[in-house]
């Protein structure tokens, strides 16, 4: 295949395991009889609770309202009784208040025929109205509120709209299949964007371990009116975060501490350009979303369509359960994702996967002193000195690793994945960066 792209800067090529998944079509994922929705499922300020105990809310029904700019709507995935309003701890570590819901009466919307609305004579602000109502954010992993982001400024010039098909985290397929399986229904979506952003072009960045979605959205762009363009990268993590993609895609680099607009580009995910069309066309707020189910330890992989609110233990349950005891079970992708505890840890609009993994998967091994190597280094694709960031956050010096770049970290885990001596770099970055802002509040 000719003209494969990536980025310039580090990289690593950690083992794929997607073949669990990537053949296996999307199942909708049974309904349990208790769902626990959170009120923050999105980057910013978490909606503010709109119910009680004892509530009768309806499929789709607004519970959760956007609290400020940055912050989106929340919605009830089922019909049901509110049963409490509860603290929770999210994967992240955070707390949440969440809408407990005992499944009860009959769906608005499931298994029954949706009508679908003509968008084409709406306003760019009547688009963005409809995207804010229902809640959606972007589904890559960062859930940033997706009508801030297609919110494009006065003045703001949009040269390209970088969609993000990469999926470049091991064991994920969620993106793949809906590719594969929605093609139509993402192109439409495209359409929306378009009319929405107006931008000079439209690229489809796909890693080439997926050949198949590169095939069927390349026809797809050659039938429809779109200046759309797929463009084959070649598989390097961690190619799907936004500021490598758009290197890989455009050719150009995103300033430190600056937005992709400052290029002249907006990057989407493929699963929010999905969920854009499913919203402005059904009037389908954010309340589901594809979910992998992978790891060793599960008995059957699979690719579910899972409710807002429901606890990872009924997916594993639906696939079988375990096989074998798990080492470790991570919300997400194992580079970026966050190991929990809690089997009752609800799905969100964030949640791209859930992995049981072995100890064999995991391969912990015991932390040694720094060798000196370099590996980290030459892993970082953003350029810096892991090690050395390391070291001036073991020594409490937050200040001067912020001023080698610290926050130019995006904690893709590259660094900790090549070091031999299993240093918990990414921790430290993380731990960095907390403490160097709280230093500045206070």
Partial sequence: MKGIRTF????????????????????????PSVLVVPMQQHLGKPA??????????????????????????????IPGTVKTIK????????????????????????????EKHEWKNLSVKELISLISEFGLVGLGGATFPAHVKFGVPPGKVVETLVINGVECEPYLTA?????????????EGLRILNKMINPGKIAIGIEVNKPDAIELLSKAAEACELNLEVVPLKVKYPQGDEKQLLQAVTGREVPSGALPLEIGAVVSNIGTVFSVYEAVVYRKP????????????????????ARVGTPISSLI?????????PAKIVMGGPMMGFSIFD??????????????????????????????CGRCVSACPMGLNPTRLFKWIDHLEYGKSVEEGLLDCKECGSCGYSCPAHIPLVQGMKLGKNMYRKQKVS
């Fill in 343 to 372: 089997m009752d840890t609800p799905v969100s609009k964030g949640t791209s996967g859930i992995l049981v993994l072995s100890a064999k998967e995991v391969a912990a091994a015991r932390q040694t002193t720094c060798l000196e």
């Fill in 8 to 31: 310039s800067k580090g990289g690593i090529h950690p083992a794929g395991k997607k073949a669990l998944t990537s053949h296996k079509e999307i199942k909708n994922a049974m309904i």
């Fill in 48 to 77: 503010k609770c709109l119910v009680e105990p004892g509530t009768e809310v309806r499929e789709g029904m607004l519970i959760g309202e956007a609290d400020g700019f940055i912050s989106a709507n929340v919605h009830s995935p």
């Fill in 317 to 325: 349950h639906e696939c079988g359960g375990f096989k074998k005891e």
């Fill in 87 to 114: 603290d929770i701890y999210l994967p992240n570590g955070m707390i949440s208040k969440a809408v407990e819901i005992e499944f009860k009466g009959e769906f608005d919307r499931s298994g029954k025929v949706q």
């Fill in 286 to 305: 954010l309340m589901e979303r594809v979910v992998t189910v992978s790891g060793d330890c599960i008995v059957n992989p699979a690719n579910l369509k």
């Fill in 175 to 187: 993106d793949h299949r809906l590719m594969i399986e929605r093609t139509a229904d993402i192109i």
